[in-house]
C-alpha cells in the first residue's frame, strides 16, 4: 500500500449516519465497513449491505454473539 492513504472517522450518532458520511467521504470510491457480529447485524437490519464477505475464525476462549440469526438470513439471495 505505499503511496495510499487510509483513514480512519468514528461516529457515534448510528449506523446509518456512519454509512452516510463515510460515503461523502468516499466520493465515487467504494466504503468498506470492517467490525464485529452487532456491527453486522445492525448494518443487515438497517438495509444498509451490498455485500458481505465472511471470515471464519475459530472461537478459542468464551461465547460470541450469534453472527446470523434464522431473520438475518430470510432476508439475503445468496450468491456463490
Known amino acids: 500500500m505505499i503511496g ?5 472517522t468514528f ?3 448510528g449506523i ?3 454509512i452516510e458520511k463515510a460515503k461523502a467521504a468516499a466520493g465515487d470510491k ?4 470492517i467490525g464485529g457480529a452487532n456491527t ?3 448494518l443487515m437490519q438497517a ?3 451490498d455485500e458481505l464477505v465472511v471470515g471464519i475464525m475459530p472461537v478459542l476462549l468464551g461465547e460470541g454473539l450469534r453472527f446470523l440469526s434464522i431473520w438475518a438470513l430470510s432476508q439475503f ?4
Open 16 to 18: 446509518g449516519s456512519a
Open 4 to 8: 495510499t492513504e487510509l483513514f480512519f
Open 40 to 42: 453486522a447485524q445492525q
Open 47 to 49: 438495509g444498509l449491505v
Open 77 to 80: 439471495v445468496w450468491k456463490e
Open 11 to 13: 461516529v457515534t450518532d
Open 30 to 33: 467504494y466504503v468498506t465497513v
